[in-house]
């Protein structure tokens, strides 16, 4: 079997947990994006960015994680943004409609200064 | 008075045949693999990554729905092109009915439960080929996905008639 080649790095911005996704989304990547979900949450967190700058590719399975985390960042009050989207997997979130649950920014600091600006 | 003229449909050339176990993680080495021979074809970037997903997700369906994740059964995928159209061709030992027969995802209604978050496959497949055509021949159950292009690259006198 090959594994897939995901790698998560979690890091707190005030209120944002920031959850950097290098590689490849897909169901074997389940268990390190709840772990890291939970990490993101941990704290002041009360919004989750999910940054895919470094995204190589993700999949219906990807796609059904990232349904996952909604449910799971609703249930927690926390609200889940995306950033660093290539143009094919912006097309996807707005085929899927992921785009009307998760706010999509064009780069990370779009994202934190959206925050900035909303909370100001 | 007009005269019709005969359409002739240009040939498909067979670029590859391939044969992927059907194991996870298979279907990105395979979608890869038919881009890998579509290269010298210079087709956009923007139809490369649509045949990527479309690929990648008919090849997980055709090895998990098809051929119950047995590697000893494994998925056959061919690949032809013409001067204007790509035919990719996935092959397994699937049921038509039971694969046609998936409902359409929701995100509302997954969000909300009534369905199960996961079931994006045949949504992806249908949105990133232009075309897809699902039958049965003998025993193998075929997902056709069907890509219109321009190469510059491709021979373009391959099955065209003679002036």
């Keep these: 079997m090959n594994t897939p080649i995901m790698l998560l790095k979690v890091r707190h911005a005030g209120s944002v947990g920031v959850i950097v996704i290098s590689g490849e989304v897909t169901a074997a990547a389940e268990r390190e994006l709840m772990e890291a979900f939970a990490q993101a949450c941990e704290g002041p967190s009360v919004h989750i960015l999910l940054n895919f700058e470094k995204l190589h590719f993700i999949n219906s399975s990807g796609i059904g994680l ?46 934190l200064a959206a925050l900035h600006l909303s909370a100001a | 008075m007009a005269t019709l003229q005969p359409i002739h449909e240009p040939k498909m050339q067979t670029l590859c045949e391939l044969e992927v176990p059907s194991q996870p993680g298979n279907e990105l080495v395979a979608a890869r693999a038919v881009l890998q021979v579509l290269k010298p074809y210079d087709l956009q970037q923007e139809t490369q990554e649509r045949m990527l997903t479309a690929i990648a997700e008919a090849t997980m369906n055709a090895m998990e729905h ?48 009534r369905q199960s978050p996961r079931g994006w496959g045949m949504f992806l497949i249908r949105h990133m080929a232009d075309e897809i055509v699902s039958y049965m021949e003998g025993d193998r159950h075929i997902t056709k996905l069907v890509w219109k292009c321009e190469s510059r690259q491709f021979d373009e006198g391959y099955g065209k008639e003679p002036e």
Aim: net charge negative.
């Design chain 2, 66 to 113: 098809g051929n119950l994740f047995c590697a000893e059964d494994p998925v056959l995928i061919e690949v032809q092109m013409s001067a204007t159209h790509v035919v990719v061709r996935v092959k397994d030992h699937g049921n038509i009915e039971k694969i046609e027969a998936a409902e359409p995802p929701d995100i509302e209604a997954k969000l909300a439960g």
């Design chain 1, 66 to 111: 990232l349904v996952t985390l909604l449910i799971r960042a609703r249930r927690q009050q926390v609200r889940l943004m995306a950033c660093g989207l290539s143009q094919h997997y912006r097309q996807i979130f707005e085929l899927t409609r992921l785009n009307e649950a998760i706010a999509v920014f064009n780069t990370e600091m779009d994202a």
